[in-house]
């Protein structure tokens, strides 16, 4: 039996999502979320194989909150279903870690299908999100920003959005030595030489 957390801050949406994964055979809704912060606690106490996540939560949400999940539970799999199309970010999601992307434009069928392609270990990929993979592979290598690990992530996003050093080793808690020993291998991988100058990287590749 595949167990299964939903979480969507649209009452509406979690309710039909519980519906349809319940009339399954071999899946069932173990718990439901409205918010982030509410995905952490259940996440802890519902033990689960796949997430059904929409990306726009209340609290924490999108690339910050998958980042939290797969440092938390790596053997969870992450089936994000959003209104947002396929598009780049949902490549970012898949260098994440996010096993598969919906568009809530696709059909009920699809969310099963995909429930079930990531619970069996493999990537649920639409035409699109192929598409873009094969885009991005003509194109060449991927952009610096991409190779950062995911703590490296963590700290580069904290550091763009303002944060300082201190503040960034205390939301991720790990000490502020920590913390500007990822900074350094940031600067490293993308080339530069201050965090000034990460700020400047991540304005030109439109990630602020």
Do not use: W
């Not at 996003?157 to 080793?169: E, N, P, T």
Request: charged share 30%; glycine share 6%; with cysteine.
């Amino acid at each position: 039996m595949i167990r299964v957390l939903v979480a969507d801050d649209h009452p509406i949406v979690r309710h039909g999502l519980r519906r349809l994964i319940n009339l399954q055979d071999d899946m069932e809704v173990v718990g439901e979320a409205a918010d982030g912060a509410e995905v952490v606690r259940l996440l802890e106490v519902c033990p689960c194989e796949v997430i059904v996540l929409d990306l726009s939560l209340p609290h924490l949400r999108g690339l910050e909150l998958v980042y939290l999940i797969r440092e938390r539970h790596p053997k969870l799999r992450i089936l994000v279903f959003s209104v947002q199309p396929e598009d780049r970010l949902s490549l970012h999601l898949l260098e994440a870690g996010v096993a598969g992307y919906l568009n809530k434009d696709h059909g009920v069928d699809a969310v099963i299908e995909g429930i079930r392609t990531v619970a069996a270990g493999r990537r649920f990929l639409t035409e699109r999100l192929q598409e873009l993979l094969f885009q991005r592979r003509d194109e060449g290598e991927q952009a610096p920003h991409e190779r950062l690990s995911l703590r490296e992530r963590q700290v580069f996003d904290r550091l763009v959005q303002g944060m300082s050093v201190s503040a960034i080793a205390s939301e991720l808690e790990i000490s502020a030595s920590t913390a500007s020993n990822h900074l350094s291998r940031i600067r490293d991988k993308l080339g530069v030489e201050h965090n000034g100058e990460v700020l400047v990287y991540a304005a030109r590749a439109g990630l602020l």
